[in-house]
Structure formats: structure tokens, C-alpha cells
């Protein structure tokens, strides 16, 4: 049973078969079963990209909040898994602790599907990717420069290029950046981090759920992605997983601008979706 809770659960072969399935014609394998998506996190993409990918291959997606389940409080997690297992092909989840998605997991009832948890995005990164190598026109050697948080979604994003050959480097504030992957380049100068890179990429300051405060917004001032930054790349794409702030991570001309792939990125979120749900059906 294949589960996919982050981009460690994959490696080469099976990122690149996930985005070649992904722009690929795709057989109704879900055709007269359940994908059930669980939301302890609101969000426009991932629902609606996850529920087409799924009605796309034949399945029924059924939205689960968490006062519906009850999970750990009213019934057990186990208890929970196995019953959505039992009408389910697939248990996908969005959630804030990753552990939870490690205990479904380990029931071992239904495959289980990681939609963002506070550690992992391995959807978005999947998405990510592909749309670099539509724009772009490869994967390795391609340079990506991130300019914000070391959260979850860079964290993917890191991940996945060390599996296919992209430079990645990010620029934080101190205590901010990202720790503990092979190959990344940690830098604190975003000038630094965005020059020769074919695709410049930024998030929010301030993460769903995560403390605002005037200090961190003073520290991630002069981490903007604007015009001026933009110059110092390599005629770069820009790429954000939204939603956005213009005006605070990044300028109103740079994410509606010509050189913008955000809505491109966006779609690809249902198509790799839809590989990722193939792969783990164990299409490849």
C-alpha cells in the first residue's frame, strides 16, 4: 500500500512518473469508488483541485470537516481510518499535525493522501515542479530561488528539486530559513539568492494559523519579491502556491505581470493531483 504524507515517501522514478502521468490522458480508475477528503484546513485549490482530480479518474469525493469525525476525541483514529476505508479508495487529508497523518497511515486500511500538513506540502511541490518544466522547458539544473519562510512548502519544494536535479536556494530572515536538507543553498541576501534563477518563488509572511506580529513583518520587509528583485534574475518566472498579498511578499506588477506562471501553477495542482492519486493506486 503506497501512501504519499511527503516527498521523502517518493524518489526519482516515481516523482517523474507522477508528473508525466500527470499530462497524460487519465483512465477512470476511481470509476464507482470514494475518495474521501478530510479539511481541518480551509482552501479554495486544494479543495477544488483535489475533488476534480478525483471525479476526473471516476471517483466520488466526499468533504469531511473535523466536526464530523470526532477523530481522536469521539472515535480513535484507527476506528476513523477504518471506516473511511471502508467506503473509500483513497483518505486524503489536510490537517495541522503531520502525526496524524502518520497514524492514519499506519492503520494501513486505505492509502492515505498528505493535501498540506504543518511540516509537509507535497501536493504543491508536485505542482511546483511541473509547471517549471513548462515553463522552463527542463527540471535539472534549473534554478529555483524561494525568498520567505522555511515552512512547509519549501520545505517540499527543496525535496523534490534535490530528486530531479534542480538547484534550489533560499533567502530568509535569521531564524527563519530552512534546516536539514542535502543540497540546499541557505543564503540571507535575496539579491544573492534570485541571481542567474530561472524561477523566483515566495509565500505569505504569515502562514494560516501562524502568530502575525509588527516584528515578524519588519523582518520579512526587505524579503518582497518586486520589479527590482525580478531585474536581478535570470528573465525568471515567478511562482506563488496563493493565496497572495500584494503588496506585502510580493508587488501587484510582478504576480499579474507577463512573466508570472501563478494560474498555470495553480491548474497543474489538479493534474498532478490526479498522477499522484495513480501512482498511489500503483499505476506506474
Not at 486524503?92 to 492503520?107: C, I, N, T
Not at 523534490?160 to 541576501?189: K, M, N, T, W, Y
Not at 494560516?208 to 527590482?228: H, I, K, L, T, W
Request: charged share 20%; hydrophobic share 45%; glycine share 8%.
Amino acid at each position: 500500500m503506497r501512501h504519499l504524507l511527503s516527498i521523502r515517501d517518493l524518489d526519482a522514478t516515481d516523482l517523474n512518473w507522477i508528473l508525466a502521468a500527470s499530462e497524460q490522458p487519465h483512465p477512470r480508475l476511481l470509476e464507482g469508488k470514494g475518495v474521501a477528503l478530510y479539511f481541518e484546513k480551509p482552501s479554495s485549490r486544494t479543495r477544488n483541485s483535489m475533488e476534480l482530480a478525483a471525479a476526473q479518474l471516476g471517483g466520488h469525493p466526499v468533504y469531511i470537516q473535523p466536526n464530523e469525525l470526532g477523530i481522536g476525541s469521539r472515535e480513535s483514529v484507527a476506528d476513523v481510518t477504518h471506516t473511511l476505508a471502508c467506503y473509500h479508495a483513497i483518505i486524503a487529508a489536510r490537517v495541522f499535525d503531520h502525526g496524524l497523518l502518520e497514524q492514519m497511515a499506519a492503520v494501513n486500511a486505505a492509502p492515505v493522501l498528505n493535501m498540506l500538513s504543518g511540516t509537509d506540502h507535497p501536493l504543491q511541490a508536485l505542482a511546483d515542479l511541473l509547471t517549471v518544466k513548462q515553463l522552463v522547458g527542463r527540471l535539472e539544473g534549473a534554478k529555483i530561488a524561494f525568498i520567505g519562510e522555511g515552512n512547509n512548502v519549501s520545505r517540499s519544494l527543496a525535496e523534490a528539486c534535490a530528486l530531479v536535479g534542480a538547484e534550489f536556494s533560499i533567502a530568509s530572515p535569521q531564524g527563519h530559513g530552512l534546516d536539514g536538507i542535502a543540497g540546499v543553498r541557505q543564503v540571507a541576501d535575496p539579491e544573492e539568492a534570485v541571481d542567474g534563477a530561472d524561477v523566483v518563488y515566495t509565500d505569505v509572511w504569515v502562514s494560516m494559523g501562524g502568530e502575525d506580529s509588527d516584528e515578524r513583518r519588519a523582518a520579512f520587509e526587505p524579503y518582497q519579491v518586486n520589479e527590482s528583485l525580478m531585474s536581478r534574475a535570470n528573465d525568471a518566472w515567478f511562482l506563488h502556491c496563493l493565496p497572495a498579498r500584494r503588496g506585502e511578499e510580493v508587488t501587484a506588477p510582478v504576480i499579474d505581470g507577463k512573466r508570472s506562471g501563478v494560474w498555470r501553477q495553480a491548474e497543474n495542482r489538479m493534474h498532478t493531483a490526479r498522477g499522484a492519486m495513480l501512482w498511489m493506486l500503483g499505476q506506474n
